[in-house]
């Protein structure tokens, strides 16, 4: 049947046409952009899915990013802290050439304080003008700031890391449920109203701490207060004190105890001989028990014979968890709260005192690491100050002496220290301060190594596997691509040719006219 109102075959050759000419501009796009998915029709759900994943990339870059800066603050720091570090073994060295008092004059010890007062100096001025960026890094800027602590409970405080979750400070409660001790032998002085607080027979006991050993020899009759005097004129050599103590109404001994507390000191006390008449032998040595708590020097409680007694830790909670303890110092490390506290003497030893408070009000620096703000992808860290003022910081003489005491003039100069023949404190000074900073070094460089390094390493992992997926889901196949473009290119050609012919079928009708 003839037609000429109505082309059918020329609206089907057009119809083709326009979809072969559609298809052929999305060939021609996604050629020309390398994308399979240009707009939201070309793939609804791919979109969305990739749109997300460009996201956590542009998060995921920014967070490599800020582990590689916080890497170069962390380089940045170490780099003073060998610097200081390096001061400090040179101090340690001048002490220790000062000490030997007999071979060097008082114009060379002179020359030696010169040179700690200058590289004490140069400690505080690293400390106070080393930055990055224009941040300080080392005077205290990005330490913790805490409010509250008392002096009488807590002597010093190092907060290492507090996560400030939801709260703008933190409450800390330490709770002391277990004493410290000393290392503590206990000899009787009650010889039954005959000779009491003496010694009733010669004999030569060997003294044992944890500095050394040595022998001393006891007189018959001799007074325990002189024993004392004798074991304490030793102390410098072994670490073990003595001295009288008294219980009750009469009963009165002698205590030998380790000079720290803690389970690295110890006390032994043994005798060399032993009298041939028992009757006349009252030196034999007895320990607390140890399952008795014991807060001091306290007679009447269960004890067993020994010759040898270490010290015990001081175990405390804080905010209910179980802290590590070593002598009189607590510490707990957590994601969210790391600290290292030095409990006061009295406070440590006596658990039926308070629970002591304070609380950490700001401070520290924020390490943005993960691609999205919140606390499991932040870390906290606190760099306190290594100024000489508040390094060191030895409780001695119911004094903190710090570094800068061993300036000219100062109570723990050289010259003070050669003026009563002791350097034991100066030295102790220098070398917890070397103590301090190679700690301090120690925790930067693991911060830098097991975090910072091993953050950047899985989010490159992580960019690059997203970065994979997103090419799978969004980018255009080549191959497939100009396959198709070219099909796309044959159907518009065909078509046209085809529309053309279906155009002229009309016209022939018009030979049915004559």
């Keep these: 049947m003839t037609r000429i109102n109505t082309n059918v075959p020329s609206m089907i050759a057009r119809q083709n046409l326009n979809n072969s000419g559609a298809d052929l501009q999305v060939r021609l796009e996604r050629l020309s952009t390398g994308l399979r998915i240009n707009r939201g029709k070309d793939d609804p759900a791919g979109l969305i899915i990739s749109e997300r994943i460009s996201t956590e990339l542009k998060g995921i870059e920014q967070a490599i990013s800020n582990s590689e800066r916080a890497s170069s603050v962390i380089a940045t720091t170490e ?19 000062a000490a030997n008092s007999g071979a060097i004059s008082d114009e060379e010890r002179d020359a030696n304080q010169l040179q700690i007062d200058s590289a004490i100096q140069s400690i505080t001025r690293i400390a106070n003008t080393s930055t990055f960026g224009g941040q300080k890094l080392l005077d205290g800027s990005l330490g913790y700031v805490t409010s509250g602590i008392s002096v009488s409970t807590i002597t010093k405080s190092n907060i290492t890391a507090a996560s400030f979750i939801n709260s703008g400070s933190i409450n800390v409660s330490v709770d002391v449920i277990a004493s410290a001790q000393k290392g503590s032998l206990y000899l009787s002085g009650d010889n039954g109203g005959t000779g009491d607080g003496t010694i009733l027979s010669a004999t030569t006991i ?130 969210s709260l790391a600290l290292k506290l030095d409990l006061a003497e009295s406070y440590a030893t006596d658990p039926s005192l308070t629970v002591s408070t304070f609380d950490i009000t700001g401070g520290g620096s924020l390490y943005q690491l993960g691609p999205s703000v919140n606390a499991l992808q932040q870390s906290n860290i606190g760099i306190q100050s290594t100024a000489a003022e508040v390094l060191g910081g030895v409780f001695k003489n119911g004094v903190s002496n710090y570094l800068s005491s061993l300036q000219t003039g100062k109570a723990n100069s050289l010259a003070s220290a050669d003026a009563s023949r002791d350097y034991s404190t100066l030295s102790e000074i220098v070398e917890a301060s070397i103590d301090e900073i190679s700690i301090l070094r120690g925790r930067l460089g693991a911060f830098e190594r097991n975090v910072l390094d091993a953050n950047s390493r899985s989010l490159q992992g992580a960019f690059e596997n997203l970065t994979a997926s997103q090419s799978l889901i969004r980018d255009a196949d080549f191959a497939a691509e100009s396959s198709e473009l070219t099909r796309a290119q044959i159907l518009q050609s065909s078509g046209t040719t085809v529309l053309s012919l279906a155009n002229q079928q009309s016209q022939q009708v018009l030979q049915l006219l004559g």
Aim: aromatic share 4%; proline share 2%; no cysteine.
């Design 79 to 97: 780099g003073s802290l060998t610097e200081i570090n390096d001061l400090l073994n040179s101090i340690k060295a001048l002490t220790v050439e």
């Design 206 to 335: 060997q003294i044992r701490g944890p500095l050394g050993v040595r022998e001393l020899d006891l007189l018959s009759g001799a007074t325990l207060s002189s024993v004392a005097a004798s074991v304490n004129a030793l102390t410098g050599l072994t670490g073990v004190t003595a001295s009288r103590v008294t219980a009750g109404t009469d009963l009165s001994g002698l205590a030998f105890q380790s000079q720290g507390y803690g389970s690295n000191n110890f006390v032994s006390v043994e005798r060399l001989d032993k009298p041939a008449d028992a009757s006349v032998d009252n030196f034999n040595l007895v320990k607390v028990d140890a399952n008795a708590d014991v807060t001091g020097l306290v007679w009447g409680l269960t004890t067993v014979s020994a010759t040898r007694d270490e010290g015990r830790d001081v175990s405390a909670l804080i905010n209910g968890n179980v802290a590590s303890g070593d002598g009189l110092n607590v510490s707990i490390g957590s994601p």
